[in-house]
T-cell receptor
Framework: DAGVIQSPRHEVTEMGQEVTLRCKPI?????LFWYRQTMMRGLELLIY????????DSGMPEDRFSAKMPNASFSTLKIQPSEPRDSAVYFC????????????????FGPGTRLTVL | AQSVTQPDIHITVSEGASLELRCNYS??????LFWYVQSPGQGLQLLLK??????LVQGIKGFEAEFKRSQSSFNLRKPSVHWSDAAEYFC????????????FGKGTHLIIQP
């Protein structure tokens, strides 16, 4: 298995531009998570999906951030317009979630996208 | 709301020495606890997890962790560290059910001295 795939690995953009981060979860997984990692705030959960449905987006910092999961094998995180304070590493993770109890639903993390907004 | 505290930002250990990384959590119900490791420029890899049962859990790479409910702790240990263990270590807590996001601690940066 190729694991969780994220693209691009690095993104440098200018303030005000739209940024789209992409994630392909592990085949067969039914839960997908977007995290952001910064020096100041550490690892924060932004949003997660179960069976392609957004469950909790309370971690999304502002309306400039949006995420979609149009099918089981693809998700995007979009920032529009981007700002310098959005510079961070964005991780996508996926898991196979059980019903009502943990089976072996480890969250597998992708390599991350390092975003720099100038 | 749940939270995780890793009180040590940096820890320096000599190669071959024992290691203990501290983790304290705050959670209203039975916690689901994890330790992840992150090497520079890499994603996170799961070392071990605790859901229930035996409070001493074994993980990969020779790591183990002990869940102590009375102390709200889940400390990570290794009897003898190797230079390749130098990395960032994160403790995390989850709601359970397998479909909820994790709350992470700020991490502990482990430095190995030769």
């Amino acid at each position: 298995d190729a694991g969780v795939i994220q693209s691009p690995r690095h993104e440098v953009t200018e303030m005000g531009q739209e940024v789209t981060l992409r994630c392909k979860p592990i085949s067969g997984h039914n839960s997908l998570f977007w995290y952001r990692q910064t020096m100041m705030r550490g690892l924060e959960l932004l949003i997660y999906f179960n069976n392609n449905v957004p469950i909790d987006d309370s971690g999304m910092p502002e309306d400039r951030f949006s995420a979609k999961m149009p099918n089981a094998s693809f998700s995007t995180l979009k920032i529009q317009p981007s700002e310098p304070r959005d510079s961070a590493v964005y991780f996508c993770a996926s898991s196979l979630a059980g019903q009502g109890f943990w089976i072996d639903n480890e969250q597998f993390f992708g390599p991350g996208t390092r975003l720099t907004v100038l | 709301a749940q939270s995780v505290t890793q009180p040590d930002i940096h820890i320096t250990v000599s190669e071959g020495a024992s290691l203990e990384l501290r983790c304290n959590y705050s959670y209203g119900a039975t916690p689901y606890l994890f330790w992840y490791v992150q090497s520079p420029g890499q994603g996170l890899q799961l070392l071990l997890k605790y859901f229930s049962g035996d409070t001493l859990v074994q993980g990969i790479k020779g790591f183990e962790a002990e869940f102590k409910r009375s102390q709200s702790s889940f400390n990570l240990r290794k009897p003898s560290v190797h230079w390749s263990d130098a990395a960032e270590y994160f403790c995390a807590v989850g709601d359970g059910g397998g479909a909820d996001g994790l709350t992470f601690g700020k991490g502990t940066h482990l430095i190995i001295q030769p």
